[in-house]
């Protein structure tokens, strides 16, 4: 069953489980076309869900979103055609309550939420993320200047990480580690000004990358970035970019490592 949808912009109240209330605007808010009820929306939303499209976006509400994931739709609004699988939570530019904790599943999809340039936001939780799927994590807190943290839960696996933290200027924690095997992006950590922890799989890291920005990198944030550098011997050499305050503190033994498997810093 596909219902059509119209489209509008407005400006409306969102609440959430905590009773935290704000308002979002967004463009392509759905209305239901004449002629059908909610409970065919509903229904037509969640038969897509159950069906397993990959395709199609959840626009709006952090429950509607997981119940998407986990069971159909529930308590969000659609952007997109209903009759697609609910896969990407977009929150871009959301003024969220201040300090808000942003938890989404991850169950049915291999995209991280898009929370570009939102407010508010104080840690982003991503549950139900599975190591046998590699994730795109395009845009993901790009410019989230409130962010402090994230956690992923039991690490993850991204194959693209397109201005995936690009200047959240209060990141300072990223709490599971991260195989980025695949993914060639060096944009992802610049403007990362208060990153202190950050954690990487061994060889994993097989493209350019920069902290350049990051001066209160933790020591043991420092080792898991050289020892996630994938052995480059006989292959096109890349690049690791400190600030100058890391460079400052590697060892010798942290040098000779990373110009042993053919990196410059």
Known sequence: MKIDVKFTEETFPVKFDDGEKFNAKFGNVFEIKDGYTQAELDKAVSDATKAGYADGEVAGYEKGHTAGQVEGYEQGKIDGNVSKYASVFRCGKVAFPEGYELVVSCLNTTDFPQC???????????????????????????????????VLIDGVRIKSANYMCTNAYGLKRIIGAMDVTGDTNSNK????????????????????ISFQHSANLSDASIQSIIDGLADLTGQTQQKVTFHTAVLLKLTTEQITAITEKNWTF
């Open 116 to 150: 570009n340039n939102a407010t508010g936001l104080k840690k982003v939780i991503l549950k139900d993320l599975s190591l046998e799927k590699q994730y795109t994590a395009t845009n993901f807190v790009y410019a989230c200047e409130s962010v402090e943290e994230i």
């Open 189 to 208: 950590w610049i403007g990362c000004k208060a990153l202190e922890e950050i954690r990487f799989v061994a060889n994993t890291i097989g493209a350019t």
